[in-house]
């Protein structure tokens, strides 16, 4: 005989099952420092950044490319209009930090949420490793490549003298 089937008492200890160090474990969204760093997130607007913080709250490691959010959720959730809310989703994928699986439909036979791909983390979909376009992200003009000795000599001034 295999293990009983679950019953509702056994998942409710599931559910409250302790984390390390005896601490009951509860779901969190954690933006990493070196995301924080990148230029992308810096220039994110403070909607973005609230748009990206509800899709990682969606996100239970197992749903990456399924992440169900449509504007107007997102705009209930974050408490801005709904334009503005999909302004925001435009800036998230065009700074590589989303990217849309399968756009949302709003019609009398189907009604559902785009699906989105959080590019952080792999696609529980297909399976593919994480893409992390904001990584590569740059603002306009910054197209030309400074290497490091270059950055410090424009960051720290020379006071040396030419003697004449």
């Not at 984390?19 to 954690?30: A, D, E, L, T």
């Not at 036979?109 to 785009?114: E, I, L, V």
Request: proline letters at 7%; a positive charge.
């Amino acid at each position: 005989m295999g293990p009983a089937a679950p019953t509702p008492a056994s998942e409710s200890r599931m559910a409250t099952q302790k984390h390390k160090r005896g601490k009951p474990y509860s779901p969190h969204v954690r933006i990493h420092a070196w995301v924080m760093r990148t230029p992308a997130w810096q220039s994110l607007t403070p909607k973005a950044r609230v748009g990206l913080v509800e899709i990682a709250a969606r996100y239970n490691g197992t749903n990456n490319g399924r992440i169900a959010l449509s504007v107007r959720e997102a705009a209930d959730a974050c408490n801005i209009n709904k334009d503005t809310a999909a302004k925001a989703f435009k800036e998230l994928i065009e700074k590589g930090f989303l990217v849309c699986k399968s756009p949302g439909g709003f019609s009398l036979k189907m009604r559902h949420a785009t699906e989105w791909l959080w590019t952080e983390h792999r696609d529980d979909v297909t399976g593919d490793l994480p893409l992390k376009s904001f990584v590569h992200w740059r603002p306009a003009g910054a197209d030309k490549f400074i290497s490091r000795s270059e950055s410090s000599a424009l960051s720290v001034p020379s006071f040396r003298t030419e003697a004449a």
